[in-house]
């Protein structure tokens, strides 16, 4: 096994809450079996997941644990390593077990997607469009050029302005684009319990299918009680914080936003998923929705999520149209969303590594 740093510059700063974000620094992870590589991709992203030295040192530990012998040629490597990832230190293990799984598809010459779980050949999966905060005019013709580029479910970010304000830029998003495009709303937590319930009276008449992360990430009480009307609750800081199963068994999510690199794994998201769907023993089986998001992750960590999506039956457009983001990435190709789909590759494992070309 070796770890391999690199680092990518963003096409254009992201500023968040509390910093504003110029690169994406990370690990490629290797692991050589029989003559078939496995290759993962750890990226961190502190405030969602551990910070990048953190991450250098549990995958340097895991490093040393695979050296042990005769450790290297167990069969039971995989779980021996990953059991010695932190709870803290999500993104390490994320690297870990897609080269795992990788290596593992390869050598049972299977896509990724169908080593995961998927029972069916699927060749794409839908992705949303996302639409920055601006003025009704900026926000509307946004929307309409993505709608103009085949993207049927565009993700709106609010909370950056009064609730009137947003409301009014969904409305007018909503008269442009018409009635058949999903639309859905992103608040990162802006809001407070008053604000969320007027917002989420206003937007029924706007048929917005959801709000992701109204409230703070650990009110699961008060998304708990926003719960219940037309405009659904989605949890995605949220899940950087609290379980699945303790969300499930509050009752306080609808959809769950699952990111591979802050769950620790491809694995633990279909888990998640499958848990969505088929709710908890201590609530109602309840259908919740799970969609796959990225945290800006280079191509090989945007790939698995592609195809853990591609595992999950009947998915709703996720959001995995994140490779323009970057101006440099760790293959040329960069699975580009072609009339709101991503080609799901079809080689064997995560994705080709030829020229960067993918087996699809």
Partial sequence: MTVEPFSLDLARPLSTADRTITHRDGFLVRIERDGVEGIGEATPLPGWTESIDECRTALERAVSVSEREPLARSTTDRETILAEVPASCPAARHGLALAFSDLRARQARQPLYRYLGGTERVTSVPVNATIGDGSVEAT?????RAVDRGYDCLKCKVGARPVTADVERLRAVRDAVGPAVELRGDANGAWSREQADRAFEELEAVNISYVEQPLSPDNIEGHTALRGGDVGVALDETLAEISVNEILSAGAADVLILKPMVLGGLD???DAAIMAHEGTDSTSSEDVIPIVTTTIDGAYARSGAVHVAASISGISACG???GDRLA???????????RGRIAVPQGNGNISRRSGITDA
């Fill in 140 to 144: 509307v013709r946004a929307a309409t």
């Fill in 268 to 270: 633990r998201v279909r």
């Fill in 320 to 322: 995995l149209a994140t």
């Fill in 328 to 338: 440099e990435d760790l293959l040329t190709h960069r699975l580009p969303a072609t």
